[in-house]
């Protein structure tokens, strides 16, 4: 239900057709508010439905026969008007990418300027917004939108949990207020806290943490780590890594730090050759995650390592890049990963957030994991259990016409995709390719 939302007007949502999943959220939110006082409220607390990201909906009232008799409820801009009071000469941007979450009749959403708004389901009227921390005569900072936000709840306590800018922040669900003892001010300063490897100029985050067993999970990048999108970026030897860390949804204490990149003596070390661990950096997730809060795990889809387009300066398969990787969610120890692709050079980052799903392999129930990525579909186990509980062995079995030698070396204990080479005539003097495949 992703939306891609662009404000022409004030109050003018959109002319695109990704706007079909505001429209009908705001119109099942109707349904189920107006219903009455004992109708059962159809929750979203989560940007893909739930932490397993499964998109499904309960809702029936929306079929094939009903329709195409949809009226719009109601239309609110990217940047709403309360919010133009504070920030004049915002506009939301060209490429909103916002999907907002709905509990208890409240809708949350990642703004145009950054700033996280409550709207009333029903009537599309701002509830409360966050206003950042600000010296008095200055305007308040803008930051980017992001894809989402997370919510969380214990008993009486529900909180937001967002991304401003480089800041990691906390709003009271119910009125938006920070919370003035969670990090510093309500906030916490990803550029620093948990981060030590130096060399970082900001950090951005397009998507948006995730919380299980009460863990604060997020990724992001670290500025300068960058893509490269055309010939004339060239790309760079080093660059931060996208580190994962995990905070205290309570406290705001950092709990654990996941190196992408790791630190000599951590597993994986030694798929970075000629010590190009030390400066090699992003490796991380800029997309959604998902987790299973009964097994604690939180699921992350990580991205190319630096350069993208070039691996000259970082020999080795890389883990993590490129990888799906299970991390306890309380502890931010490794439980499994699979590499899809050795030391990577056509920017396959992972794109989306693991879907997770239940189905049944030779008569079994099997807790399973299916991550799209922008080659194919991948489906596998997503607890300890190895690739070979289901019927489709990746790293086994008869070698396809393409398999052939693996070029680096990578440590025993991982699952990984096989390295290939290309077909087809040999050149004559041809050098080996930089991308865990030879020639």
């Not at 508010?33 to 409220?41: F, L, N, Q, S, V």
């Not at 798929?271 to 939180?298: P, Q, R």
Request: hydrophobic share 35%.
């Amino acid at each position: 239900m992703s939306s891609v939302v662009e404000s022409f007007k004030e109050y003018i949502v959109t002319k695109t057709i990704w706007s079909l999943g505001v429209l009908i959220i705001a119109a099942a939110a109707v349904t189920a508010i107006g219903a009455g006082k004992d109708a059962k409220i159809h929750n979203w607390p989560a940007y893909s439905g739930d932490k397993g990201s499964t998109k499904y909906s309960s809702l029936d009232q929306i079929n094939k026969d009903t329709v195409s008799r949809l009226q719009i409820a109601w239309r609110q801009s990217g940047v709403p008007a309360e919010l133009k009071a504070v920030w004049p000469e915002a506009n939301a941007p060209g490429n909103w990418q916002n999907t907002p979450l709905m509990v208890d009749g409240l809708l949350y959403m990642s703004s145009g300027v950054g700033a996280v708004v409550a709207l009333d389901g029903a009537t599309g009227k701002v509830v409360w917004f966050d206003v950042p921390p600000h010296d008095d005569g200055k305007a308040p900072p803008r930051a980017a939108s992001t894809r989402g936000v997370a919510y969380w709840a214990n008993g009486n306590d529900s909180r937001i949990f967002a991304m401003n800018g480089a800041n990691l922040i906390a709003l009271n669900a119910k009125t938006g207020k920070r919370y003035p003892d969670w990090g510093t001010n309500g906030g916490i300063d990803l550029t620093k806290v948990g981060y030590d490897r130096g060399g970082v100029t900001g950090y951005r985050n397009s998507s948006g943490p995730i919380v299980v067993r009460d863990v604060v999970v997020v990724g992001g990048v670290p500025a300068p780590a960058t893509d490269y999108l055309n010939e004339r970026v060239k790309a760079t030897r080093e660059a931060p890594p996208d580190d994962i860390r995990g905070f205290d949804a309570k406290t705001g204490t950092l709990l654990w730090t996941f190196h992408v990149v790791p630190r000599p003596g951590e597993f994986g070390e030694d798929t970075w050759l000629n010590g190009s661990a030390s400066y090699s950096g992003n490796s991380g997730v800029w997309s959604l995650l998902s987790a299973d809060e009964e097994l604690g795990y939180v699921y992350l889809p990580l991205e190319e390592a630096t350069g993208d387009y070039y691996g000259g300066t970082r020999p080795g398969n890389n883990l993590f890049a490129e990888s799906i990787l299970c991390l306890d969610a309380k502890t931010g120890k490794r439980v499994w990963h699979f590499q899809t692709l050795h030391h990577g050079l056509w920017d396959y980052d992972l794109p989306a957030a693991p879907m997770l799903v239940d189905i049944k392999v030779n008569g079994r129930n099997v807790k399973a994991l299916a991550q799209v990525t922008k080659q194919a579909l991948h489906v596998r186990p997503r607890s300890h259990e190895r690739q070979a509980d289901l019927a489709h062995r990746r790293t086994s079995g008869a070698a396809g016409r393409h398999a052939r030698r693996v070029v680096f070396p990578h440590a025993a204990d991982s699952e990984q995709a096989p390295s290939i080479r290309p077909t087809g005539r040999r050149r004559q003097g041809s050098a080996r390719l930089h991308a865990g495949i030879e020639s």
